[in-house]
């Protein structure tokens, strides 16, 4: 992976986890015609693998086979049966929420040229991941405003034209980011309520979680929503990337993986991992707004994310021992977009 964007090898390390994706379904049971190539890049399949090989992982040598134990007595051999049976179930039923949701993005396609799923609210592995990362969040600096309440939602008929603004700016300003884009995500899911403006989760990866308030022209940064939306997608994205492109070739060794850091982008301290994806998202972030159109709004986004950029690189450099080939490769990338300054 580099700071620039670049689709082909994207294309590589995604086609690296579709491979991890079939082996974890293959190694539960499931018979490999069960689903097609481009079924393994649904993000419910993602989450299917990880609750597969998480069961796996706790069950008993007679359970992982897929007859169980020979000659097993009593419930056990049942049970192990049983539980296949609830595996190719599910992944059966996966396939079709994947084939619905490539039908989804082909429509998108006609509009954008770009074939992704702007998900609707009822995909069970989306509104999942929300609950995960709610729970995961810290408490909110705002006590007054109560419980954090985002969940997915739907896209109302002016966030589907505001997404086709964003895709045309993308287009205009950055190609080569968006043809990336169009390889590592399959999904676009939009949330409601208040407590998270944007996520990802590698248990569905190829998804991307972006507030609807992105969308609006409300922002205090003065921004309109199309350019708000391009900078999520951005954001989450290369998220996304960096997932994909670790699964092949880590960027940190794991002896420091977990080590915790101040970063520029969230109050509470995070593992160096998070560390690191930040910088390479600032990185692309600042690469962006030097790249769209000129105005007071766009200087001055730019001018904070390279603040935050160079001082999340500098506080890496400082742990960069922590860091594989691969990951000082690319953290010297984003310290040559820092260096530049203003455009």
Not at 118 to 139: C, F, I, K
Request: include cysteine; hydrophobic fraction near 40%.
């Amino acid at each position: 992976m580099r700071i620039e964007p670049d689709a082909g090898s994207a294309r590589s390390d995604e086609d690296r986890l579709d491979e991890l994706v079939a082996g974890c379904l293959t190694a539960a049971g499931c018979a490999a015609g069960t689903w097609t190539p481009t079924d393994l890049r649904y993000p419910g399949l993602h989450a299917t693998a990880h609750r597969t090989q998480r069961a796996r992982r706790t069950a008993t040598p007679a359970q992982r086979s897929r007859t169980g134990a020979p000659d097993a007595a009593g419930a056990g051999g049942g049970a192990a049966s049983g539980a296949l049976e609830q595996t190719e179930e599910r992944v059966r039923a996966m396939v079709l929420r994947a084939r619905r949701s490539q039908a989804r993005a082909r429509s998108v396609e006609k509009r954008t040229g770009w074939a992704v799923d702007l998900a609707p609210s009822g995909e069970d592995h989306l509104a999942q991941s929300v609950r995960r990362a709610l729970r995961q969040a810290p408490a909110p600096a705002d006590e007054s405003r109560g419980g954090r309440t985002a969940e997915v939602t739907d896209w109302s008929a002016e966030q589907h034209e505001v997404f086709e603004e964003g895709c045309r700016v993308l287009q205009a300003a950055w190609p080569q980011m968006l043809a990336e884009l169009r390889v590592t995500l399959r999904q676009v899911a939009l949330l409601g309520g208040w407590g998270i403006d944007g996520f990802t989760d590698f248990t569905v990866h190829g998804a991307v979680f972006v507030n609807s308030r992105r969308l609006g022209d409300q922002g205090t940064e003065g921004l309109a929503g199309r350019f708000r939306l391009v900078e999520a997608l951005v954001h989450e994205g290369t998220h996304n990337r960096c997932d994909a492109a670790a699964a092949s070739a880590a960027f940190l060794r794991a002896s420091g993986a977990q080590e915790l850091a101040s970063t520029p982008l969230r109050a509470d301290p995070r593992p160096l991992a998070g560390l690191f994806q930040q910088v390479a998202v600032l990185a692309r972030s600042v690469l962006l707004y030097r790249r769209l159109p000129d105005g007071p709004a766009v200087r001055d986004r730019h001018a904070v994310l390279l603040e935050q950029g160079g001082r999340g690189a500098a506080t890496l450099r400082g742990r960069a021992g922590a860091l594989t080939d691969a990951g000082r490769e690319l953290l010297d990338q984003a310290e040559a977009v820092f260096a530049t300054g203003a455009p």
